[in-house]
């Protein structure tokens, strides 16, 4: 059964950083590119961030770039999103995403997600 | 980037009836189109993916039509379990993009 947990989710203030991880289970990790959404309070959804299978291919939504870092270790079956210069407008629950078999760019398992509140 | 325009926003109906949302991008997307299911406080959950292939375990009243820039997903009889938010999402180029989302309710 594929699973996977988020955790890092705090109250952080503007212009903090924080550290995101997703701890992944009953799948080959390696074989699959990986992905953070995020979802503010009461809103839809938003892609934030993916990673290939290898850690050599990274894309960033623009709201995010040159803020956020995602990174990957296979070897501990872990992805992870580096989060710098927060601002308010990224509160939201940050959801680690697995792509498909039939597509990188699809979402097929979900975890349940960590809370980031951003607040002075 | 692609937008992705979700209609109606929210919509209500009785159980048993036929429920279509229909998902515009901005541009040609081909066969890109993906549409999730998310219910209160749970994450969302994959149904229908490439526009038209149900998800593996998702029930056979979902199904997905469409291409380039017209898309739709339909229930065919909806169930009390199908209340929820149902969002589109291409995967044809970055940024992945999502719709507004549909809120289906129970009328």
């Known amino acids: 059964e594929v699973q996977l947990v988020e955790s890092g989710g705090v109250v952080v203030q503007p212009g903090g950083s924080l550290r995101l991880s997703c701890a992944a289970s009953g799948f080959t990790f390696d074989d699959y590119t990986m992905h953070w959404v995020r979802q503010a309070p009461g809103k839809g959804l938003e892609w934030v961030s993916l990673i290939s299978w290898d850690g050599g291919t990274t894309y960033y939504a623009d709201s995010v770039k040159g803020r956020f870092t995602i990174s990957r270790d296979n070897s501990k079956n872990s992805l992870y999103l580096q989060m710098n210069s927060l601002r308010t407008e990224d509160t939201a629950l940050y959801y680690c995403?697995?792509?498909?078999?039939?597509?990188?760019?699809?979402?097929?398992?979900w975890g349940q997600g960590t809370l980031v509140t951003v607040s002075s | 980037d692609i937008q992705m325009t979700q209609s109606p926003s929210s919509l209500s109906a009785s159980v048993g009836d036929r429920v279509t949302i229909t998902c515009r991008p901005s541009?040609?997307?081909?066969?890109?189109l993906n549409w999730y299911q998310q219910k209160p406080g749970k994450a969302p959950k994959l149904l229908i993916y490439a526009a038209s292939s149900l998800q593996s375990g998702g029930p056979s009243r979902f199904s997905g039509s469409g291409s380039g820039t017209d898309f739709t997903l339909t229930i065919s009889s909806l169930q009390p379990e199908d209340f929820a938010t149902y969002y589109c999402?291409?995967?044809?180029?970055?940024?992945?993009?999502f719709g507004g989302g549909t809120k289906v309710e129970i009328k």
């Open positions: 541009q040609s997307i081909s066969s890109n």
């Open positions: 999402q291409q995967s044809y180029s970055t940024p992945l993009t």
């Open positions: 995403a697995k792509a498909g078999y039939s597509s990188s760019w699809l979402f097929d398992y």
